[in-house]
């Protein structure tokens, strides 16, 4: 393998960044123990600060290695395409209209099931959460699905009093849900899109290759979490009903978030449909909870930091990738994506030439499969991560106790590619 010092200290740098994610536990833990530094332990504790903030030694590094205005040239040939999407999309997908129609579309659905199982309304709600939000992610994107339903969880679930079982379970069920539910078209899944265009592959053969497989896992998995843990599922206070949102406001917002999703590859245009988004939503402030711009921020920077430190880890996966066989590159593929975003995996895939259509699957199969294995692994899981970050214990998140709550989704995945190959 070839490389330069530059790309070494990169590799370096951001082996010490994902050994962060696990340790930000800790640093929480640091921050009761030393009230002195706590603003800097809690700052080292946020999942969201650590690759910005190990992007930001990365960009020292080259400064003093080959100089500043080589920093500089490396920081403009970014694409921060991503990080502004998704910055913009939770904030449109957090709205309280949206989450007003989204909550009254999953009771009407869960009254049906209730009807036809003779069921509680809790385990209902949260099997559709579970198994209907994810695939919605095909078509208004992952990172919106995310966000969606991370705030029906949030209410559903974790403000009350859980187990950590149920805690880290259902965020495990969430984060493999999600990950794989957005591939039944080719724009929704950030690892889909990296490699949509160079592929030429449509949505029509997106479903035929993922589609069902996908929604069978999710629905698999949806439905095992729910009969573990409906015991444990509070049934939600019907005296304690939203208030009603006119239908106009409600329009309104889906047409903001339909507008942000269809220009989700052009910066310029998605950021003005956000600034206006934020202008309506300030002349009708009746309607509206406050807009999650703090948690977006974070998750934009968290990608962000993702972007800049992945950009250089290609000296070593793309050679790693173009020397393994289809079935090799989906396992390598799912275990490599726990430690890089799975849409820069893809992408440097799709730089290796001449590889089958085998191939090519087993890549993106295999990327999506492990893509709730970490924080890191699929870009719309820090959304969750910062919208239910707090109901954990010292409001910090186990990376740990997140793969080990991942591993049976993921299997169910896993099984679900390969088992129809």
Not at 21 to 39: D, I, M, N, V, W
Request: with cysteine.
């Amino acid at each position: 393998m070839n490389f330069t010092p530059i790309e070494l200290g990169a590799s370096i740098i951001f082996a010490v960044a994902v050994l962060h994610t696990f340790c930000t536990a800790y640093f929480e833990a640091l921050a009761k123990k030393s009230p002195t530094h706590a603003g800097l332990w809690h700052l080292l504790g946020e999942v969201e600060i650590v690759f910005g903030f190990w992007a930001a030694v990365l960009i020292i590094f080259i400064s003093c290695v080959d100089g500043l205005s080589t920093a500089k040239a490396f920081m403009a040939k970014r694409d921060f395409t991503e990080p502004l999407f998704v910055f913009a999309i939770m904030i449109v997908a957090g709205s309280k209209p949206i989450l007003f129609i989204s909550t009254e579309i999953l009771h009407l659905l869960a009254k049906g099931l209730q009807f036809a199982l003779r069921i509680r309304c809790a385990p209902a709600l949260y099997f559709l959460t579970l198994a209907v939000t994810p695939l919605l992610g095909s078509l208004i994107t992952e990172a919106a699905a995310m966000t969606l339903a991370a705030f029906l969880l949030r209410d559903l679930v974790y403000q009350h009093k859980c187990s950590k079982p149920l805690l880290f379970g259902t965020l495990g069920v969430l984060f493999v849900n999600i990950s794989i539910g957005g591939t039944l078209t080719n724009f929704a899944a950030p690892p889909v899109l990296m490699v949509a265009s160079t592929w030429e592959w449509s949505s029509a053969f997106m479903f035929q290759n993922f589609g069902i497989e996908s929604t069978i896992a999710i629905f698999i998995n949806a439905l095992g979490a729910t009969l573990l843990f409906h015991r444990q599922l509070i049934d939600p206070n019907e005296a304690a009903k939203q208030a009603k949102i006119p239908p106009t406001v409600v329009f309104m917002h889906l047409l903001f978030l339909f507008g942000v999703v269809m220009f989700a590859h052009d910066p310029i245009m998605f950021m003005w449909v956000l600034l206006f988004f934020i202008g309506y939503t300030a002349a009708y402030p009746k309607y509206q909870s406050p807009l999650i711009l703090k948690e977006a921020l974070l998750v934009g920077f968290f990608l962000a930091g993702l972007v800049v430190l992945g950009s250089l880890q290609g000296w070593w996966l793309q050679p790693i990738l173009g020397m393994m066989s289809p079935t090799a590159v989906f396992y390598g593929s799912l275990a490599l994506t726990a430690i890089t975003d799975n849409a820069a995996l893809t992408y440097l895939g799709s730089l290796v030439s001449g590889t089958s259509l085998d191939f090519k699957l087993a890549l993106v199969g295999g990327a999506v499969a492990g893509g709730g294995l970490t924080v890191i692994a699929n870009a719309p899981n820090p959304a969750g991560i910062a919208i239910l970050r707090k109901h954990f214990p010292n409001g910090a998140v186990s990376a740990l106790y997140l793969l080990i709550a991942a591993i049976p989704p993921t299997l169910i995945a896993i099984l679900a590619y390969r088992l129809s190959r």
